[in-house]
C-alpha cells in the first residue's frame, strides 16, 4: 500500500512540474542559444534535426518561419521537412524548384509562382501559418503575403521528425536522408508558434521566439560534433522584450514567497544595468518540491552555520531593454550579469548552472504571479554592426550540470506500462536446420515469453555461412519487436539482451548470439488514433486504443453484433497503425439510393461508395430529381475527398453513363455532372503520358503533355453508337482539317504552351471529353436544337481564354441540314444563371456544309453546333420527290421551249415585231439553263476539275442570261405601256440583244479572271467533306461571289419585274376604265390571264424561296420546283399556244383539208408597226377629242395583249 502510494505521490509530482514548464516544451538550453548563428547545410555528412527533446505536439492552428540563403543554384531544394514516424508523405514542409514554392500540408503539395527565382546569397524569410478553423495556409515571403490556399485538415499529427534542408524518412527505425534535392546553403532562426500570426504580427514582431520550437542548442541535434552553428555579423536581430527562466537557490532565514521576491528584486536591481528594467517576478516551489520527492536534487539543499537554508525556486523574469538591442547581445549580457552568486543581508543567491535561458516574447506581464508568456514570430536586420550592452561586473561561472530529461520516452510514471523494443541481431546455429526461421521464432519465444515478453513482426534475412573453431555456423540476421511488460525501460533493454546473449540448445541444435552482435532499442509507437470510420455498415467510433490491442464497436444497424478492429505495431515504421476492421457481422445500412445520405464519404471508405452507387444505379431505369441529387451530390463528395485511381474513375464514368441513359430530367444537373467528369480528369493518378475511358455516350481522354516539347494536340471521335463505347484517336501536332470519317474533333493550337505552368516539374495535363447530346444538354429556346455531338478540352488548374491562334473544333451533324438553315457555333457556360447554359462569344463559324460545321473558337471549354429548327426540315422523302420533279420539269421546259423556238424561227411573220424577238432571246437562255442544269451532275462524275469549271460558268451563265431576259421584257412593257408617247430607239433589238447576252458573259469573264476556282464542284478533290453522299454538282462555290453574282443579280431583277408588273397591271385597269363601252369579253377570266402570263414571262415565281419559313416552307418549296422548273412549258402555253396569230400560222402551214383556213389577212400590220425604226405608239399627242384618247387606249392595249396574250 505504501509502494503504491509513493507511486501516486511521485506521478503527481511530475504533473506539477510538467504544468510549470509548459511554457517551455522544446526550451531550457542552458546558455546555448543559436540566435546570431547559422547553420550550414551544405548536404552530407552534416544534417540538422529536431532534438529528441522537442516534441511537437498535436497542432490545430500553426505558423512556422524559417530564415535561409541558398548559395548554389541547384534546381530543387528543401528548406524544412517534417513526417510522422515511419509515414513517408509529408506532414508539413517547404521546398522549392525555381520560381516556384512549393509548401507541404497534411501530404499535399501546394504551389506558389514566384515573379523570380530567389536569389542566391541573399537571405530570405519565409513564414507559413495555417487554422483548423479557417482552413486556409497562408504564404508570406520577407513580411509579403505571397498566397492564400484552401486546405482541410483537423490538425497537425504530433511527434513527428523534422529535418532543416533536406528531406527525410524513417524505416526500421533508423533514419535516412534522401539526396538530391538538399538546400546547398544555410538556414537560421527555424521557429514554430502553436497559434496563427496575421501579417500585420508577422511585419510588427520582428525578433520573437517561438513557443513550440525555438532556436536553440536543446531544441537541436545534428549528425556529428563538428557541425556546428557559426556565428554571422549580419544576423542582427533587435528586441526590447524578454523572458528569463531559471532555477535560483535562495539562502535565507526569510522563507515568505513575498519576502523572497523583495531579495530577488534586490538582486536584478543590483546587477543590471540602468538600460534593464524588470516587469514582472514569477516564483514556485514546485520544482524544489519535485526534485525532493525524486531524490535528484541538482546541488542539495543544505542548511548553514547561521541557520538559513538554502531553496531552490523556479523562477520566471519580464524584463525590458531600452533601447532594443540584439537578441544575441542581451542574451550573452543576461547570462552573464546572473551567472555570479549574489549576496544579501540574509544569505546568498544564484542561479543553477545550466537552468538559464534568455527569450524574446512579444508582451511584459507586470503581473507577478503569473506572467504573460506568448511569443510572435521574428525577423532579421541585416546591420553589419552589432551594439555592445554595458558591462556589469560579473563573471561566467561554473559548468552547468545536465538537468534530468523528463519528456525522456524511456521514462515512466512508475507502474507497470506495455513498452515496445526493437531488436536486431546476428543470431548462429551450428547445423542447416530445415527451417531456420521456426527454429530462430521457438528460441524467442521460448526464451522471452516466460518475462511477459512477446516477439512482434519477426523477418529474417539468412547469411553465407562461416568458419568458426572447425564448425560450420548458419548466420542469420532477425529483426523483430518486443512487447514488454515494464516499470524501468532501461531495465528491460538490459534483461532482453542478457537473455537472448545466453546459449540455447534443443537437442543437437545449437542456437547462439555474440553480445556485440545484439542492438535493443526502445520505441514509442503511439497509440491507433480515435476516429470516426464511415462505412456502407454505418458510422464506426473506434476509441483510441494501444498498440497489439482490438477495439470493439457495436454495429449500426444490428447491435447485437460487434465490429473488430486490431491496432498494430507496424512492422517497417514502428509506429501503431489501425488494421481494417471485421465488420462481417454488421449489416449495410443502405438498401436504397435514398440512404447515400446515411453514408459520410472518406478518403477510406469512397472506393466502396462508388461501387455502391454503381450497384444501385445500374439497375434502375428512370430517376428522380431527388435521386440525382443524391447520387451527384456523393460522386462530388468522393472527387473531392479522395484521390482517384483508374479503377475508380472508371466506374465513376460506368455511373454518369447509366445516369446518361435513364429517364430522368437532366438538364438542371449538367453542371454537376461535368464538374464532377472534370475532377476525374484532374485528379486521376495514371502510368505514362496518356489514359483514357470510354463508356457508352461518353469519352475522356487524359495527356501529360511535355511544355518544351508542345505542338499542338488533336482528339477526335471516328465511330460512335449510343449503344456502344465511342472509338478515339490523339494526334501530337494541330490538324485544321477534319479527319476523314471522325464524329467529332478538337484540335488545340501550340500556342497554348503559353498558357503552361514554367519551370513547373509536374507536366500540364489536357483533357478531352466527348458527350452524346442526349438530354444532358438544354436547348436555348424552342427554336435553336442541339444538331451535333459534343466535345471539350481542358487544361488542368489553368483557365485558357483569348487564344492569338483559335482552336478548331469539327462537328458532324447528327441530322443533315440543308444550305439555307442557320446554324451557330456556341460552347457551353456553366456560369450561365439557370444551371449553365449555350453561348455564342468567342467562337466563329469557320466552314460548314450539309453533313458537318466546323468552328473556330479562342478559349476551352464545351463546344457545340446549334441549328435553327424555325425552318422546317426537308424530309429524305421530299428531298427526293422534289428532285424527280425538278428533273421532270426542266426536261418538260426544255421540250417545249424548243417547240416555241422552232415556230417563231420557222415562221417568219411570228418573228416581226420586238415582243416576238424578245421572247425568242428570254427562250434561248432558260433552254440553254435547263439543258445544262440536266447535264451538270453527269459531267461533273468525270472528276475532271477543267471540264466541271466550264460547266459551272456556262450554267451561271445562261442564269444571268435568263434573269437578263426577263428584265428586258419588262423594260419592253414599261416603254409600250406607260411611255407610250415620243419613245424612239434605234437599233432597238440590237441594242438589247447586246445588252442581254454581254453584261452576263462579262460577269462571267470578270469571276474568272479573279479567280477561276469560284467554279468548281461541289464534291471534288478539295472537299472537306467526305461523308457527303450526294451526286456531284459544278456550280458557284465561293459564298461571297455566290450571294453578289448570283443571289443579288436576281433580287435586282426581280424588284424591277415586280414594280414593273404592278405598273402595267394599274395602267391596263385605267385603261380599261376609260374606255367607252367595255367589252364582254374583258372579264376576270382575262385579267386572270393576263396575270399568268406575265408572272412567268416576267420569272415573279422566283420570288417564292423568300417565302420558304416556318411551317410553310415545304409548301413554299414545291410550288418553287413546280413553277420554274415548269416555266418554259407556261411560256409555251401563253405566248404560243394560247396566242391566235401563232394558231394561225399553224393551220395555214401545218394543216391540210378543212382544217386549213381558206381566207386569212395579214395580222400582223395590225401590231405596233411594220418597220424596225418605227416608234411604239402611232398616234399623236395632240388630238384632245374623245375619239383620240379611245384610239390610244385601244392602240396600247392591244399592244400589251400582243405580248402578253
Request: charged share 15%; net charge negative.
Amino acid at each position: 500500500m505504501q509502494m503504491k502510494m509513493d507511486s501516486i505521490r511521485v506521478h503527481m509530482s511530475i504533473t506539477t512540474w510538467l504544468w510549470i514548464t509548459s511554457l517551455h516544451m522544446c526550451s531550457g538550453s542552458p546558455n546555448l542559444s543559436y540566435w546570431g548563428r547559422k547553420v550550414s547545410l551544405m548536404g552530407q555528412p552534416c544534417y540538422w534535426q529536431l532534438s529528441d527533446r522537442c516534441v511537437v505536439p498535436e497542432l490545430k492552428e500553426l505558423s512556422v518561419c524559417i530564415t535561409f540563403q541558398r548559395d548554389l543554384g541547384t534546381s530543387d531544394w528543401t528548406a524544412f521537412d517534417y513526417k510522422q514516424r515511419g509515414k513517408l508523405s509529408v506532414e508539413l514542409g517547404l521546398t522549392g524548384s525555381r520560381k516556384q514554392l512549393k509548401v507541404w500540408l497534411f501530404g499535399k503539395e501546394n504551389t506558389v509562382d514566384l515573379v523570380e527565382d530567389l536569389a542566391l546569397h541573399q537571405w530570405h524569410t519565409i513564414c507559413l501559418t495555417w487554422s483548423a478553423t479557417a482552413k486556409k495556409l497562408q504564404v508570406y515571403l520577407n513580411d509579403s503575403s505571397l498566397k492564400e490556399i484552401h486546405i482541410n485538415g483537423s490538425q497537425l499529427a504530433g511527434c513527428g521528425m523534422l529535418t532543416l534542408g533536406v528531406s527525410h524518412n524513417v524505416l526500421g527505425g533508423v533514419m535516412n536522408y534522401e539526396t538530391g534535392k538538399e538546400l546547398m546553403g544555410s538556414a537560421t532562426l527555424f521557429r514554430m508558434w502553436s497559434r496563427v500570426l496575421a501579417g500585420t504580427e508577422l511585419a510588427a514582431l520582428r525578433c520573437v521566439e517561438g513557443d513550440v520550437v525555438r532556436w536553440s542548442q536543446r531544441d537541436w541535434s545534428k549528425s556529428a560534433s563538428y557541425c556546428q552553428a557559426e556565428p554571422d555579423s549580419n544576423l542582427i536581430c533587435e528586441w526590447q522584450k524578454y523572458e528569463i527562466a531559471m532555477i535560483v537557490s535562495i539562502e535565507s532565514k526569510l522563507q515568505e514567497k513575498e519576502k523572497l521576491k523583495i531579495i530577488l528584486q534586490n538582486w536584478f536591481k543590483d546587477t543590471f544595468h540602468s538600460n534593464i528594467s524588470v516587469h514582472g517576478i514569477f516564483i514556485s516551489s514546485s520544482r524544489q518540491q519535485l526534485d525532493l520527492e525524486l531524490g535528484e536534487q541538482l546541488e542539495g539543499s543544505r542548511v548553514s552555520s547561521n541557520g538559513t537554508t538554502a531553496q531552490r525556486y523556479d523562477c520566471l523574469v519580464h524584463v525590458e531593454v531600452t533601447p532594443k538591442k540584439d537578441v544575441w547581445a542581451v542574451q550573452e549580457e543576461i547570462q552573464r550579469c546572473l551567472s555570479p552568486p549574489y549576496h544579501h543581508a540574509d544569505g546568498v543567491v544564484k542561479a543553477i548552472p545550466g537552468s538559464l535561458t534568455v527569450i524574446s516574447v512579444e508582451e511584459l506581464s507586470n503581473n507577478t504571479e503569473s506572467p504573460l508568456h506568448t511569443t510572435g514570430p521574428p525577423a532579421l536586420s541585416t546591420a553589419s554592426t552589432t551594439v555592445q550592452l554595458p558591462s556589469c561586473t560579473s563573471v561566467l561561472s561554473s559548468v552547468a550540470k545536465e538537468i534530468p530529461d523528463l519528456c525522456n520516452p524511456d521514462y515512466t510514471d512508475g507502474f507497470f506500462q506495455d513498452t515496445f523494443y526493437r531488436v536486431i541481431l546476428n543470431a548462429s546455429i551450428n547445423i542447416t536446420p530445415t527451417n531456420p526461421e521456426n527454429s530462430i521464432q521457438n528460441w524467442l519465444n521460448v526464451t522471452l515469453n516466460p518475462n511477459h515478453m512477446t516477439v512482434l513482426n519477426f523477418v529474417m534475412t539468412p547469411e553465407l555461412p562461416i568458419s568458426e573453431k572447425f564448425l560450420i555456423l548458419h548466420r542469420y540476421t532477425c529483426t523483430f519487436h518486443v512487447q514488454a511488460q515494464s516499470l524501468n525501460v532501461t531495465e528491460t533493454k538490459k534483461l532482453i539482451v542478457s537473455l537472448l546473449t545466453k546459449p540455447y540448445t534443443t537437442g543437437s541444435e545449437f542456437i547462439e548470439v555474440l553480445p556485440g552482435h545484439i542492438n535493443v532499442s526502445h520505441i514509442a509507437p503511439g497509440s491507433c488514433p480515435d476516429h470516426d470510420q464511415h462505412t456502407l455498415q454505418g458510422l464506426f467510433p473506434w476509441p483510441k486504443t494501444e498498440p497489439q490491442e482490438t477495439a470493439i464497436v457495436l454495429c449500426e444497424k444490428n447491435q447485437l453484433e460487434k465490429a473488430t478492429r486490431f491496432c498494430k505495431l507496424d512492422g517497417m515504421t514502428d509506429i501503431a497503425m489501425w488494421e481494417p476492421p471485421d465488420l462481417s457481422s454488421c449489416e449495410r445500412i443502405v438498401d436504397g439510393i435514398a440512404d447515400l445520405d446515411k453514408v459520410n464519404v472518406t478518403a477510406n471508405n469512397s472506393g466502396e461508395v462508388v461501387d455502391l452507387i454503381g450497384s444501385l444505379v445500374s439497375n434502375q431505369t428512370n430517376l428522380s430529381h431527388s435521386e440525382l441529387d443524391t447520387v451527384l451530390n456523393k460522386l462530388e463528395d468522393v472527387v473531392a475527398i479522395s484521390p482517384i485511381s483508374p479503377n475508380m474513375g472508371e466506374n465513376i464514368m460506368e455511373i454518369l453513363s447509366d445516369i446518361l441513359h435513364c429517364k430522368a430530367d437532366l438538364v438542371s444537373f449538367t453542371n454537376k455532372i461535368l464538374g464532377v467528369i472534370e475532377s476525374v480528369g484532374d485528379q486521376m493518378d495514371f502510368n505514362g503520358e496518356t489514359h483514357n475511358m470510354t463508356v457508352p455516350s461518353m469519352a475522356l481522354q487524359l495527356v501529360n503533355v511535355n511544355s518544351s516539347q508542345f505542338r499542338g494536340l488533336t482528339f477526335g471521335v471516328s465511330s460512335f453508337t449510343s449503344d456502344n463505347s465511342p472509338q478515339i484517336f490523339v494526334n501530337e501536332t494541330f490538324v485544321e482539317k477534319p479527319f476523314t470519317g471522325a464524329v467529332a474533333s478538337i484540335s488545340l493550337p501550340s500556342v497554348l504552351e503559353n498558357f503552361f505552368p514554367q519551370n513547373n516539374t509536374v507536366r500540364p495535363r489536357i483533357q478531352f471529353q466527348f458527350f452524346d447530346s442526349g438530354g444532358l444538354f438544354k436547348n436555348p429556346h424552342d427554336n435553336m436544337t442541339l444538331n451535333t455531338y459534343v466535345v471539350s478540352a481542358s487544361v488542368t488548374n489553368i483557365n485558357v481564354s483569348n487564344l492569338h491562334q483559335p482552336t478548331i473544333i469539327t462537328l458532324r451533324h447528327l441530322n443533315r441540314v440543308q444550305a439555307q438553315d442557320q446554324r451557330m457555333c456556341v460552347y457551353w457556360d456553366v456560369s450561365k444563371s439557370g444551371g449553365g447554359g449555350w453561348e455564342s462569344q468567342g467562337c466563329v463559324m469557320w466552314n460548314t456544309d450539309d453533313f458537318q460545321t466546323t468552328c473556330q473558337c479562342n478559349h476551352l471549354t464545351h463546344f457545340g453546333v446549334l441549328l435553327d429548327v424555325s425552318k422546317a426540315p426537308i424530309s429524305e422523302l421530299d428531298e427526293q420527290i422534289l428532285v424527280i420533279l425538278s428533273f421532270v420539269g426542266c426536261g418538260l421546259s426544255s421540250v417545249f421551249l424548243g417547240v416555241t423556238l422552232l415556230t417563231y424561227l420557222a415562221f417568219e411573220k411570228l418573228r416581226q415585231d420586238y415582243p416576238s424577238k424578245i421572247l425568242i432571246n428570254l427562250c434561248v437562255a432558260l433552254l440553254g439553263l435547263n439543258l445544262v442544269f440536266l447535264v451538270n451532275s453527269w459531267l461533273a462524275s468525270f472528276d475532271s476539275r477543267g471540264l466541271c469549271v466550264g460547266v459551272a460558268a456556262i450554267q451561271h451563265f445562261f442564269v444571268l442570261a435568263s434573269f437578263t431576259w426577263m428584265g428586258l421584257e419588262a423594260l419592253h412593257m414599261y416603254f409600250a405601256l406607260v411611255k407610250v408617247f415620243n419613245v424612239y430607239v434605234p437599233s432597238y433589238i440590237l441594242k438589247l440583244c447586246a445588252f442581254g447576252w454581254g453584261l452576263p458573259a462579262t460577269i462571267i469573264i470578270l469571276i474568272l479572271a479573279i479567280d477561276k476556282d469560284i467554279y468548281g464542284s461541289e464534291w471534288d478533290e478539295d472537299s472537306q467533306n467526305p461523308l457527303q453522299d450526294t451526286s456531284p454538282f459544278c456550280w458557284v462555290q465561293n459564298d461571297n461571289a455566290f450571294y453578289v453574282s448570283v443571289m443579288g443579280f436576281i433580287i435586282l431583277v426581280l424588284l424591277c419585274n415586280m414594280s414593273v408588273f404592278g405598273v402595267v397591271l394599274i395602267q391596263i385597269r385605267r385603261m380599261q376604265a376609260n374606255k367607252i363601252s367595255s367589252s364582254s369579253t374583258s372579264g376576270l377570266a382575262h385579267d386572270l390571264r393576263v396575270v399568268a402570263s406575265l408572272t412567268f414571262l416576267l420569272g415573279l415565281t422566283w420570288i417564292l424561296p423568300f417565302f420558304s419559313w416556318g411551317m410553310a416552307a415545304i409548301v413554299f418549296t414545291y410550288l418553287f420546283a413546280i413553277l420554274n422548273t415548269l416555266q418554259g412549258f407556261f411560256i409555251f402555253i401563253f405566248h404560243c399556244l394560247m396566242k391566235e396569230n401563232v394558231q394561225k400560222q399553224w393551220r395555214i402551214h401545218l394543216c391540210c383539208g378543212p382544217l386549213r383556213p381558206k381566207d386569212y389577212s395579214d395580222w400582223s400590220r395590225s401590231v405596233t408597226g411594220e418597220g424596225r425604226g418605227r416608234q411604239v405608239r402611232s398616234p399623236s399627242v395632240k388630238s384632245e377629242d374623245t375619239s383620240s384618247m379611245r384610239k390610244i387606249s385601244d392602240t396600247s392595249i392591244s399592244s400589251v395583249n400582243q405580248m402578253i396574250a
